[in-house]
């Protein structure tokens, strides 16, 4: 009964038996996990220090061959994919004249404008991508994985070539209604709370839909 330990390291077998009989063995157990523990740490601490002097370099020097989709790295710097590069130019352009996540992704597959991955374009790629500084040349490092990610220093301006331009940046971060964007329109309903259904006493709501030019 109990727990035993086996180390393949040093193949010891650890259990309350031997251990009552030798508990010296239990010293020399702790003492190589202290050991490997501290070696972790400073494995971890000397590869913290590596990516700090990186950043510092950021501006000078490539941090990592790791890039946006419509760039690809070269010896001297990065090179852009004009052919992808022009479909984020259309998104923010869109984006700009008052369309929405949604329109944005379904005219883009329309007008059979090249994605940035083979699954074509969708709503939720064109938010992320619209909200991305890295398309006038920002990069941003991070630490931590997955909901512990968090910025890392402060942005390296112009480390990406820019693709969009200051302008059409800034008119593409105007407040939009959200839903659809561009040709739809918010309807407000001054009874809502007020009308009930005679037999079932449920509130009564009002639906919206574009089909077949009802609304």
């Not at 971060?173 to 739809?184: A, I, L, T, V």
Request: aromatic share 8%; glycine share 8%.
């Amino acid at each position: 009964k109990g727990i035993i330990i086996v180390t393949l390291d040093d193949d010891m077998v650890y259990s309350s038996e031997n251990i009552r009989a030798n508990w010296t063995k239990l010293i020399v157990a702790l003492a190589i996990m202290a050991g490997a523990h501290e070696q972790s740490l400073n494995k971890a601490r000397r590869i913290g220090e590596a990516w700090e002097n990186k950043r510092a370099n950021a501006a000078t020097k490539l941090l990592t061959k790791m890039c946006p989709d419509w760039l690809r790295p070269t010896e001297t710097g990065w090179e852009i994919i004009e052919e992808k590069a022009s479909g984020v130019r259309r998104a923010f352009e869109l984006c700009a004249e008052g369309y929405g996540k949604s329109s944005i992704a379904k005219l883009l597959n329309q007008e059979q404008i090249p994605a940035l991955s083979d699954a074509g374009w969708h709503p939720n790629t064109v938010q992320k991508l619209l909200s991305s500084r890295t398309v006038i040349g920002e990069f941003q490092a991070y630490t931590g994985r997955h909901s512990n990610r968090v910025p890392a220093g402060d942005p390296v301006p112009n480390y990406y070539p820019r693709i969009v331009d200051e302008d059409l940046w800034l008119r593409s971060q105007r407040p939009k209604k959200s839903g659809g964007g561009k040709g739809f329109k918010e309807m407000v309903n001054v009874f809502r709370g007020l009308l009930r259904c005679p037999i079932c006493n449920g509130a009564i709501t009002t639906y919206s839909s574009t089909r077949q030019g009802v609304s």
